[in-house]
């Protein structure tokens, strides 16, 4: 009998236990949870505005974490691990990060491949006889996306009283590229010594073409070796997609053994280092 209540008493401070684990657990992630939705939307709501984009980053959020929930589940069906789905739960967690970094770059390669013949279009202006704000007001209206928005940007802050040399410093601030720095240095050089702005953005236009064929020319060249950084890193992950359907049972060692695991790992890191090596290679800055 006593046997008996001393088994029940250990149930109950067991269960009591297990109760103020799960609270905690869930405290935790729940705090941590609006600790990350915060941080989210909170950089989301910057980085919209930097595409000039006007979206409700809680509504971004939600859809985020959508996408991180459907992948893991997904992953775990797939391969029947509930281990394997924390990986892509997580790495799911950085796909924002990453989207908005290659949509920033093509954003900015976008306006410095529209921006000599912006250059040329103020030049013509300035030989024209307009003055520097007229032509700039010119330009926003022809000049599409996203030139035409950052210059927009520009002539609204020199109208609510910034100088043109505070406002040129925004621009480079919202896109610092190499080609942006030396048309603001040829601008800000030209309204300061006094000469030809016309002559000067010319010159500027033209040496940003240059630049600009070159680059292309790079880009061309080092194509190849791009792609082989691509396949050199799906060629394992399909290799082994094949064999777990010819071989599953072979197979099922890498997916639920600790041995697999870290098979797995030290593919994954190995993986992301020849990436990384070979793209480093053919980064060739101009």
């Given at each position: 009998?006593?046997?008996?209540?001393?088994?029940?008493?250990?149930?109950?401070?067991?269960?009591?236990?297990?109760?103020?684990?799960?609270?905690?657990?869930?405290?935790?992630?729940?705090?941590?949870?609006?600790?990350?939705?915060?941080?989210?939307?909170?950089?989301?709501?910057?980085?919209?505005?930097?595409?000039?984009?006007?979206?409700?980053?809680?509504?971004?959020?939600?859809?985020?974490v959508a996408m991180m929930m459907l992948g893991a589940i997904t992953a775990v069906l797939i391969t029947g691990n509930v281990l394997a789905g924390l990986p892509v739960f997580f790495g799911l967690a950085l796909l924002p990060r990453l989207l908005y970094a290659w949509l920033r770059q093509r954003r900015q390669r976008k306006f410095e491949e529209q921006l000599p013949d912006a250059l040329m279009m103020l030049a013509g202006a300035l030989r024209a006889g307009l003055s520097l704000g007229t032509a700039l007001a010119q330009l926003v209206v022809e000049a599409p996306a996203p030139l035409g928005q950052e210059f927009t940007l520009l002539l609204r802050e020199q109208r609510l009283g910034l100088t043109l040399e505070q406002s040129l410093n925004g621009l480079v601030r919202r896109v610092p590229t190499q080609t942006t720095i030396l048309t603001v240095s040829a601008m800000r050089i030209a309204s300061e010594t006094g000469g030809g702005l016309a002559e000067m953005l010319e010159r500027t236009a033209n040496t940003v073409r240059s630049r600009l064929q070159i680059e292309g020319k790079i880009r061309a060249l080092t194509?190849?070796?791009?792609?082989?950084?691509?396949?050199?890193?799906?060629?394992?992950?399909?290799?082994?997609a094949v064999l777990n359907q010819m071989q599953p049972e072979a197979m099922s060692v890498m997916w639920h053994t600790r041995m697999g695991w870290g098979a797995l790992a030290v593919i994954a890191c190995m993986e992301s280092l020849g990436i990384y090596v070979i793209r480093r290679i053919v980064a060739i800055d101009v």
């Open positions: 009998m006593k046997a008996a209540n001393m088994l029940v008493v250990v149930m109950v401070f067991a269960a009591v236990a297990a109760a103020m684990l799960a609270w905690f657990i869930i405290d935790m992630g729940m705090t941590a949870m609006a600790r990350y939705r915060a941080e989210f939307t909170e950089r989301t709501h910057f980085q919209a505005r930097e595409f000039f984009l006007f979206i409700d980053p809680a509504k971004l959020f939600i859809l985020h194509s190849q070796g791009k792609l082989q950084a691509w396949v050199v890193g799906l060629l394992p992950l399909t290799l082994m």
